[in-house]
Every structure is written in structure tokens, then in C-alpha cells.
């Protein structure tokens, strides 16, 4: 019987990712000007605010239980909103790098390589940091990986920063809305 | 009945040759020599097999479980080509690369052989084939959507051929571990394998179709790449440089 209905839902798993599948994989932007089209500002530093464990620790000493688990839940959903955010622009950049990875220009590929290895990195980072988030929901523990995630970031930004400057200065100000950097 | 399914067997034996050679002659072989290897099995083997069903069962039942025992190995290693591909270009996810596969790949087969204990009502030889396609389908559907997760969870893009290559395997195993698990339901083995031929000869040739899709049309051709001067980049770098003073 537990065969049966895992094989059930291993069926309609693989039918929807057929139908995905021959659909098509997900966004490609085709040039920075579309890349930042479709980011998703994420603002670092009031994430980083939002997981800062000394604002943990100071409202658990200030507040009742029951107002601080509701306050950690909502923290801990906005962080997830954060995380969400971030996810898709990490896919955005790895799909915008590999293209820019086959572009003849060697500065322009040595870019695409960068950018490709700093958004999985943030991709990896990221996956660590919801798995903890949702760990976090049920356990008093401390939000894990946020300082990674933030430096990944911050990373990703810098990078594409210094790409604007010496390619593109007219887009840096339109980046800087987005990374804050 | 027998002569549409014959008819619908036989079908993909043109398709598989044109799709092999159209390759070949496009040089893919080199790009995607895994799946070439595939193709020309499965022409092969829908000949041989054809021939020995009208020779004698004994030679079909030898030759037909023998050539699945050889589609699921290739089937594996196709996945593994996938896999290996799409994560060939991330110098960080290298030890994934490496031992992921080979490491899902025995927990699923452990999972299917532990699973499947017990589901079959006697044990008798079709019973044991049975099975043992049973936990063959569920391992392939398995690495399957382990190889396609990885990929969505880590946001890899595919390149169009992969997709094809993967929705085709997608749908073969949907259809053979729809079929096993029905057929492990079932006490007597005869009838059921008869709506199972059609099922799988019907998913088989949707499954050739999508590869079709996939590799017989010309490939976009770009237009050629517009040549960067380099004396326009010097001039480019040189503006630059007076607009940062």
C-alpha cells in the first residue's frame, strides 16, 4: 500500500514535470538592462537588521512568551519573504551568466564565469538559510546562515557593480536600487 | 487489434533511424553520445525483437527482458549524462557532481527493493520479472525527478535538447511504473499484459515522438556574431577613461 501511493505520487510528479519540462525552464534575460527589469530589490541591510540574534535575545528578555513567539513568527516570515526574493533573483543571475559566459568578448565571458559561480554560491547559501528558517519555526534555535546569505549578496552586488562601472555607468544607479550597494 | 500494435511498435523504427543519422550528420553524436548510443539500441532492439516474436516465445522472453535489462543500464547512465552536464560548468558544486548520482541512485534501489517486499501475491517466475522491472521502473522514475530537482532547486537552465532528452525519459518511466504497479495488483498476469503492451507501445512512441520534436528540426541558426572592431573597443576603453577624469 505505502509502495502504491508513493508510486501515485511519484506518477503525478513526473507527469508535471514533463509538462514543465516541454514547457520550457524559466526566465532568460537576455541583457543587463532586462536582469534588472526583473530583480526583485532585496534590501541587506534591513534583512540583516531582521536576523540579527541581539534583537532576538533583547526582545525574548522584554516581552512574554506568547508576544515573542508571535513576534519571532512574524520575523521569521518576513525573512522567508526575503529568502523567496532572493531565490529567483539567484536564478535570474545564473541564467543571465551563462549566457554572458558564451559571449565572444573575454571580459564580458570571465563576467559571466564570476557571476555564475557567485549566484550558485548564494543559491546554496540561500537553500541552507530556508531550510534553517523553517527548522526555526518550531525550535527556539538562532536564525542560521544569515550571515552567509548576506555576504553572498553583497558579493553578487559588488560584482555586478564594478561590471556596471567599467561597462554600463549609466545602469549603476538603477543596480544600486537593487542591491543596495 | 494485433495488426494496429504491430503497426504502432514498428512506427518508431523510422523515426529512431532518421533521428540517429539526422545526428550524426550534425555531428550531436559527439555532443550527446549517451543518448546516440540509446537511439541506436532502441532501433535495434525493436528489430531483433519483432524478428523473435515471430521465431518463438522462449527466444522473444529471453531477448525482451535481456534488452530491458540493457535500457534500464543505459537509461541510468543517460540520467547520469544529464546530471554530470548541467552541473559540469559550477566549480562548487563539484563533489555533488561527482558521488550525488551514484549516492541517490543506491539509497533509491534500496528504498524500491524494501518497498516492493511483499506486494506480489505469489512467487512465481512472471511474478519475480514482475518485481524486478517493478523496482527498475520505480528507480528510473526516481533518479528521474531527482536529476530534474536538483537542477530546478539549484535554478540550472537546460538547454532545449536536454529537456527533450529528459521529458521523453520522463514519460517512458511514468508509464512503465504506472503499468508494473497495476500489474503487482493483479493475480492472474494474462490479460493485464495485454492492456500493459498497449500502454507501454503508446507511451514508447510518445516518447520517440518528443525526441523527435526535439532533434529533427534544424537548429536555429543566429545570426553571425558581429565582429567587435578593435579599434572600436579601443576607442570604447579610451572614452572611458576621459569621462571617469
Same mark, same amino acid.
Given at each position: 500500500?505505502?509502495?502504491?501511493?508513493?508510486?501515485?505520487?511519484?506518477?503525478?510528479?513526473?507527469?508535471?514535470?514533463?509538462?514543465?519540462?516541454?514547457?520550457?525552464?524559466?526566465?532568460?534575460?537576455?541583457?543587463?538592462?532586462?536582469?534588472?527589469?526583473?530583480?526583485?530589490?532585496?534590501?541587506?541591510?534591513?534583512?540583516?537588521?531582521?536576523?540579527?540574534?541581539?534583537?532576538?535575545?533583547?526582545?525574548?528578555?522584554?516581552?512574554?512568551?506568547?508576544?515573542?513567539?508571535?513576534?519571532?513568527?512574524?520575523?521569521?516570515?518576513?525573512?522567508?519573504?526575503?529568502?523567496?526574493?532572493?531565490?529567483?533573483?539567484?536564478?535570474?543571475?545564473?541564467?543571465?551568466?551563462?549566457?554572458l559566459a558564451t559571449n565572444q568578448h573575454p571580459g564580458f565571458a570571465q563576467f559571466g564565469h564570476e557571476?555564475?559561480?557567485?549566484?550558485?554560491?548564494?543559491?546554496?547559501?540561500?537553500?541552507?538559510?530556508?531550510?534553517?528558517?523553517?527548522?526555526?519555526?518550531?525550535?527556539?534555535?538562532?536564525?542560521?546562515?544569515?550571515?552567509?546569505?548576506?555576504?553572498?549578496?553583497?558579493?553578487?552586488?559588488?560584482?555586478?557593480?564594478?561590471f556596471?562601472?567599467s561597462n554600463?555607468?549609466?545602469?549603476?544607479?538603477?543596480?544600486?536600487?537593487?542591491?543596495?550597494? | 487489434? &494485433?495488426?494496429?500494435? +504491430?503497426?504502432?511498435?514498428?512506427?518508431?523504427?523510422?523515426?529512431?533511424?532518421?533521428?540517429?543519422?539526422?545526428?550524426?550528420?550534425?555531428?550531436?553524436?559527439?555532443?550527446?553520445?549517451?543518448?546516440?548510443? +540509446?537511439?541506436?539500441?532502441?532501433?535495434?532492439?525493436?528489430?531483433?525483437?519483432?524478428?523473435?516474436?515471430?521465431?518463438?516465445?522462449?527466444? +522473444?522472453?529471453?531477448?525482451?527482458?535481456?534488452?530491458?535489462?540493457?535500457?534500464?543500464?543505459?537509461?541510468?547512465?543517460?540520467?547520469?549524462?544529464?546530471?554530470?552536464?548541467?552541473?559540469?560548468? +559550477?566549480?562548487?558544486?563539484? &563533489?555533488?557532481?561527482?558521488?550525488?548520482?551514484?549516492?541517490?541512485?543506491?539509497?533509491?534501489?534500496?528504498?524500491?527493493?524494501?518497498?516492493?517486499?511483499?506486494?506480489?501475491?505469489?512467487?512465481?517466475?512472471?511474478?519475480?520479472?514482475?518485481?524486478?522491472?517493478?523496482?527498475?521502473?520505480?528507480?528510473?522514475?526516481?533518479?528521474?525527478?531527482?536529476?530534474?530537482?536538483?537542477?530546478?532547486?539549484?535554478?540550472?537552465?537546460?538547454?532545449?535538447?536536454?529537456?527533450?532528452?529528459?521529458?521523453?525519459?520522463?514519460?517512458?518511466?511514468?508509464?512503465?511504473?504506472?503499468?508494473?504497479?497495476?500489474?503487482?495488483?493483479?493475480?492472474?498476469?494474462?490479460?493485464?499484459?495485454?492492456?500493459?503492451?498497449?500502454?507501454?507501445?503508446?507511451?514508447?512512441?510518445?516518447?520517440?515522438?518528443?525526441?523527435?520534436?526535439?532533434?529533427?528540426?534544424?537548429?536555429?541558426?543566429?545570426?553571425?556574431p558581429?565582429k567587435l572592431?578593435p579599434?572600436?573597443l579601443a576607442?570604447?576603453d579610451?572614452? &572611458?577613461?576621459?569621462?571617469?577624469?
Open positions: 500500500m505505502i509502495f502504491t501511493a508513493l508510486a501515485g505520487l511519484m506518477l503525478v510528479a513526473g507527469i508535471l514535470v514533463v509538462i514543465r519540462l516541454l514547457a520550457g525552464t524559466m526566465e532568460h534575460p537576455s541583457n543587463l538592462m532586462e536582469l534588472l527589469d526583473c530583480l526583485e530589490p532585496v534590501n541587506i541591510a534591513s534583512f540583516r537588521h531582521l536576523a540579527c540574534d541581539a534583537d532576538d535575545h533583547y526582545l525574548k528578555a522584554n516581552l512574554s512568551r506568547t508576544e515573542y513567539r508571535r513576534l519571532r513568527r512574524l520575523r521569521l516570515s518576513a525573512l522567508q519573504g526575503y529568502y523567496y526574493c532572493a531565490f529567483r533573483n539567484s536564478a535570474l543571475l545564473l541564467s543571465y551568466g551563462t549566457l557571476i555564475r559561480s557567485a549566484a550558485i554560491r548564494l543559491r546554496l547559501a540561500l537553500l541552507r538559510g530556508v531550510v534553517g528558517a523553517w527548522i526555526c519555526y518550531i525550535t527556539p534555535l538562532d536564525i542560521p546562515y544569515w550571515r552567509q546569505i548576506t555576504d553572498c549578496y553583497d558579493q553578487v552586488g559588488l560584482q555586478l557593480s564594478l556596471c562601472g554600463f555607468p549609466e545602469l549603476e544607479l538603477a543596480l544600486a536600487e537593487h542591491f543596495w550597494v | 487489434m &494485433r495488426q494496429a500494435l +504491430y503497426f504502432f511498435w514498428l512506427l518508431p523504427i523510422p523515426l529512431l533511424s532518421w533521428i540517429a543519422t539526422i545526428m550524426y550528420r550534425r555531428k550531436q553524436h559527439f555532443f550527446y553520445p549517451v543518448f546516440w548510443c +540509446y537511439l541506436c539500441f532502441q532501433c535495434l532492439r525493436l528489430v531483433i525483437e519483432f524478428i523473435c516474436n515471430h521465431i518463438s516465445y522462449k527466444v +522473444y522472453f529471453y531477448v525482451f527482458w535481456g534488452s530491458s535489462v540493457v535500457n534500464f543500464v543505459l537509461t541510468m547512465l543517460l540520467l547520469r549524462s544529464i546530471f554530470r552536464t548541467v552541473l559540469e560548468n +559550477y566549480s562548487s558544486l563539484g &563533489r555533488v557532481r561527482r558521488v550525488g548520482y551514484e549516492i541517490t541512485l543506491v539509497l533509491v534501489w534500496f528504498a524500491a527493493l524494501v518497498l516492493t517486499i511483499g506486494l506480489m501475491h505469489s512467487a512465481g517466475w512472471p511474478q519475480r520479472i514482475t518485481r524486478a522491472e517493478l523496482i527498475a521502473s520505480f528507480t528510473a522514475l526516481a533518479m528521474f525527478l531527482f536529476v530534474v530537482a536538483t537542477s530546478f532547486t539549484l535554478g540550472i537552465k537546460w538547454t532545449s535538447a536536454v529537456c527533450g532528452i529528459a521529458a521523453g525519459l520522463g514519460v517512458m518511466g511514468a508509464a512503465d511504473l504506472f503499468v508494473y504497479t497495476a500489474m503487482s495488483w493483479a493475480r492472474h498476469l494474462a490479460k493485464p499484459a495485454a492492456i500493459a503492451s498497449w500502454i507501454e507501445t503508446l507511451a514508447y512512441d510518445a516518447a520517440m515522438a518528443i525526441f523527435a520534436v526535439y532533434f529533427l528540426p534544424a537548429p536555429l541558426k543566429s545570426p553571425p558581429a572592431r579599434d572600436l576607442w570604447a579610451a572614452m &572611458r577613461g576621459a569621462i571617469r577624469r
